[in-house]
């Protein structure tokens, strides 16, 4: 794919720089702007760090496809194959290349349509932003929450997930639904304030059980059973003024956000 500055080379990274200055400038939330760039790390990892953007054909892209949608699952590798189609998309509409490599990109179906509540931006931000995080509970759900809008996981992945199963900005989730094990990735943001959790807040939760695994502990060490979290997520949300979330409803609206932008 060739382009008008045909005396620079346009790496990913510039390029992906270019397009969330714009998502910002267009006043997208922090959130949903961070989760392209997630996704752009993701595609980072396939194409290279100095290749030239121009170089990339529709071959390249197709290849990207199967190697993302061997690792992850069919919900997340449409969310990384569309940021990746809105970049090449911004990135020729303002002419830093002259052919949109993703054109005609074969998309995976999605298993679970987006019907339903959708939260906005703004109720995303003043649901995760509702905890008190000066409080070991308090910081357990605040980490919780950017957790599930950064990774999209389903409850009853969240809730089996253990501490050892993160990486430097992913999480290993085992025989989840369909019963593949994946990689999953964090968001930086995320898995900051999850870090943060696990070295001021887990501790004081799982001395009341000794040898703790779980990632996500009640206030007494104890897991998560599936109707206290549904109950707890519940809870969080109506302290943002929000009814009835439910971790499908993060899902949702993650997946709408993304692909909004």
């Known amino acids: 794919t060739l382009s008008r500055e045909a005396d620079r080379i346009l790496t990913l990274r510039s390029g992906s720089m270019a397009f ?6 267009s006043g997208l939330s922090e959130a ?11 595609f980072e990892k396939f194409w ?7 170089e990339a054909t529709p071959s390249d892209l197709e290849a ?16 990384y194959l569309a940021s990746v189609r809105n ?14 490599p993703t054109r005609g990109l074969p998309m995976p179906k999605m298993n679970e349509r987006l019907t339903g509540r959708i939260l906005s ?3 995303m931000k003043r649901l995760v932003e509702a905890p008190a995080s000066v409080k070991p509970t308090g ?3 605040r980490a919780m929450l950017e957790f599930l809008y950064s990774t999209g996981l389903r409850a009853s992945e969240n809730r089996s997930v253990k501490g050892v199963d993160l990486r430097e900005d992913s999480i290993f989730v085992s025989a989840g639904k369909g019963w593949k094990d994946r990689l999953v990735p964090v968001g930086a943001h995320a898995m900051a304030w999850v870090r943060k959790y696990l070295r001021e807040a887990w501790p004081k939760m799982a001395r009341y059980r000794p040898g703790a695994e779980l ?8 897991p998560f059973g599936e109707i206290l979290f549904q109950q707890h997520l519940r809870k969080l949300g109506r302290g943002a003024g929000i009814e009835s979330l439910t971790c499908h409803m993060i899902r949702r609206s993650m997946a709408t956000h993304l692909l909004a932008a």
């Open 121 to 123: 931006r703004e109720e």
């Open 32 to 42: 949903t702007i961070k989760a392209h760039g997630n996704a752009h790390r993701q």
């Open 20 to 25: 969330l200055e714009h998502l910002h400038l």
């Open 215 to 222: 990632l996500w502990l009640t206030q007494w060490g104890k």
């Open 48 to 54: 290279g760090s100095e290749r030239d953007l121009r």
């Open 139 to 141: 910081l357990r759900d």
């Open 87 to 100: 970049l090449f998309g911004f990135l020729a509409q303002s002419q830093r290349i002259l052919l949109d």
């Open 64 to 79: 990207y496809a199967l190697a993302i949608r061997s690792r992850v699952s069919r919900e997340t590798a449409y969310l």
